[in-house]
């Protein structure tokens, strides 16, 4: 007879019965298809879950060049209207520093990404991701296991760098409207 030692955590049953005092892990940390654990914390890879179809939000990388304006506003749009729905990263070809102005105009609008880095594409494992999405016209850039994604769509986002501030709205606005439309798509 199995005996719950969390008496107040009630114990789902995992794919598969394991007898507890053979379990690696005690049943509530056991990932299973409701699991309230998110996929970072679960010892089951990320490419067998999704084979075994267990529900789980999607998972989108936004690339860019540099990985400091318009994939940085994409990211901070997806994290803010899709809560809940997706879950985001951003990278860029190379690294380089969180541009200014997409944080202003971010920042006009309430959402803020200060908080956000810019990091190299080579340091993310594509098999993670449902979907990638290219900024810049970069798609044809890209190591062949990002463009061969379940989706991969090349928005070309015109570049605000160096751009008024004016551009750099109109390019929050355009990014917006994509994301909203990739959020509606995915959920």
């Known amino acids: 007879m199995f005996l ?15 007898p507890y005092p053979l379990s690696p892990i005690p049943y509530p940390l056991f990932p299973y298809p ?12 990320y490419p067998l879950i999704r084979f075994l179809g267990v529900k789980i939000m999607k998972k989108v ?17 997806a994290k803010t209207l899709g809560a809940g729905k997706i879950a985001v990263t951003s990278s860029g070809l190379e690294a380089a520093k969180v541009h200014p102005g997409a944080i202003e105009v971010m920042q006009e609008i309430g959402i803020d990404i200060t908080d956000q880095t810019s990091k190299p594409i080579r340091d993310f494992n594509p098999e993670d991701y449902d979907a990638v999405i ?6 044809v850039n890209l190591p062949e296991g990002w463009v061969l994604q379940e989706i991969f769509e090349d928005w070309l986002i015109d570049d605000p760098d160096g751009q008024t501030m004016e551009t750099f709205r109109r390019v929050r606005d355009e990014i917006k409207a994509k994301v909203v439309g990739l959020i509606e798509q995915l959920s």
């Open 61 to 77: 990388m936004f690339a860019c060049r540099k990985n400091s304006c318009r994939s940085q506003i994409a990211e901070g749009f």
């Open 34 to 45: 409701l699991s309230p654990i998110p996929y970072p914390l679960s010892p089951i890879p």
């Open 4 to 18: 719950n030692p969390y008496p107040l955590f009630p114990i789902p049953y995992p794919l598969f019965p394991i």
């Open 134 to 139: 290219s900024l810049c016209g970069c798609g």
